[in-house]
């Protein structure tokens, strides 16, 4: 143990280290790794907030496509309806129709079938007189059916 | 028998002997300065020139290194030390480092110098002294703790006022003005066990490391095996007496810095 001039120099290196240290080492790195622990902190938050916001996003998206079934759903049911309804209303229409046309052919029928009636009673009548006059013509005898002409002229 | 315990007795005696100039107390162990002086300017140099570029972004593989003893230097002290005190954390990490780098000398083989030196100077290896382990010279680690204990004494008087201090001193443990003498007694022996510990921790360790290798060293053949053992168990012996200092010195300063 022999002690001398030697711990002097030291101490002098020692406080020239520690001064250099505080100055010129210790503050850039601290700095730097604090920083760095800024940013990573940031990071870590923004990907919590990411996450925390995707979360947000599914269950709305979940909401948005539940209801959007629900809408759906309910547009088919009206839609079926309106055709139920549709179909039901132009079924009637055509009954409708239907009865019209059918109404209105079977009273032109009726008219046509008068109207030849008509016109067939008339020829009937020309037809018998015709007839007639053409059995007349033979069986007259003049002499022999003089006494109903005759007779026949006296009434008028 | 006798002849070869005289040798090897010469033998570590003579490796245990420092480089010195000078005569009396203006005697200087080159060796000691040498070694301590250049292992701190490597500290320094590799740590400042990290800071230099220090970046926020992705670190190079040295900025990590580095960013790894410092934070974990300053976790060391921010769960010891409460205060605001720019000094400490850098204080600190200089003390941890530059006492591992110093402690690591004792890694270097013990013959490894002198043959070096002796062969590039075309001198005698028994004119080359050596002791290339800093801290296994007390006057190497009492510098480290009295630099300690100054700043102990400064910040004591600087947070407390230079009463409080002196009131520390006699009104503990027993705050009674019978006790007063008796207590100035025990605070100062408690104040000088401080430093005194510390560097004699230190120191015994290293030496008896030191001497430990020297020993191992004059056994012949199988000393290389043994040597192995001996320098794995200083992977341990080298970073916790570091450490140990380091923690101490923390302890010290926050003591000074807190009021009873």
């Known amino acids: 143990m022999n002690i001398n001039a030697t711990l002097l120099g030291e101490l002098i290196a020692f406080v020239v280290f520690v001064i250099f240290c505080m100055k010129f080492v210790w503050p ?98 020309v037809l018998a007189v015709a007839g007639a006059e053409k059995i007349l013509e033979r069986s007259i005898d003049a002499a022999a059916h003089s006494d109903i002409l005759d007779k026949l002229v006296a009434e008028l | 028998m006798s002849a070869a315990e005289l040798t090897s007795q010469e033998y570590i005696k003579h490796h245990l002997t420092n480089l010195t ?29 990290v800071a230099k570029k220090a970046t926020t972004g992705v670190p190079g593989k040295l900025q990590s290194a580095v960013e790894l003893v410092v934070e974990f230097v300053d976790d060391s002290v921010k769960s010891t030390f409460h205060g605001s005190n720019p000094l400490i954390a850098p204080l600190a990490l ?9 402690n690591a000398m004792d890694w270097v083989p013990v013959d490894i110098l002198p043959w070096l030196i002796a062969t590039v100077g075309g001198v005698e290896m028994s004119d080359v002294y050596m002791k290339p382990v800093p801290t296994a010279d007390p006057n190497m680690t009492f510098a480290l703790a009295i630099g300690v204990f100054i700043l102990t ?22 705050n ?57 168990f200083h992977l341990l012996i080298i970073p916790l007496q570091a450490f140990i200092f380091m923690m101490l010195t923390i302890v010290y300063l926050s003591l000074a810095h807190e009021d009873h």
């Open chain 2, 94 to 102: 200089t003390v941890f480092v530059w006492v591992l780098l110093m």
């Open chain 2, 176 to 232: 009674h003005w019978t006790m007063y003498p008796i207590n100035f007694v025990l605070e100062m022996v408690t104040l000088l066990a401080r430093p005194l510990s510390l560097a004699l921790r230190l120191f015994g360790n290293l030496y008896a490391g030191e001497l430990i290798f020297l020993l191992i060293a004059t056994i012949g053949l199988f000393q290389l095996p043994v040597h192995f053992l001996w320098a794995a």
């Open chain 1, 28 to 125: 850039p790195i601290i700095a730097a790794i604090e920083a760095r622990q800024a940013i990573i902190a940031d990071g870590l938050a923004a990907s919590d907030r990411a996450a925390k916001d995707l979360e947000l996003a599914q269950e709305k998206a979940t909401a948005q496509l539940k209801e959007a079934k629900v809408q759906a759903a309910s547009i088919v049911d009206a839609a079926k309806k309106l055709e139920a309804k549709i179909v039901e209303e132009t079924a009637g229409k055509a009954q409708v129709e239907k009865e019209r046309i059918l109404a209105s052919g079977h009273a032109e029928i009726e008219t046509e079938r008068n109207r030849v009636k008509e016109e067939l009673r008339a020829q009937v009548a």
């Open chain 2, 153 to 174: 004494v400064y910040y004591s008087i600087k947070v407390k006022g230079l009463g409080g201090f002196m009131k520390e001193l006699y009104t503990q443990p027993f």
């Open chain 2, 21 to 49: 100039v000078g005569e009396g107390f203006w005697t200087w162990h080159l060796d000691t300065l040498g070694w301590s002086v250049f292992l701190g300017f490597i500290f320094l140099y590799i740590f400042h020139s």
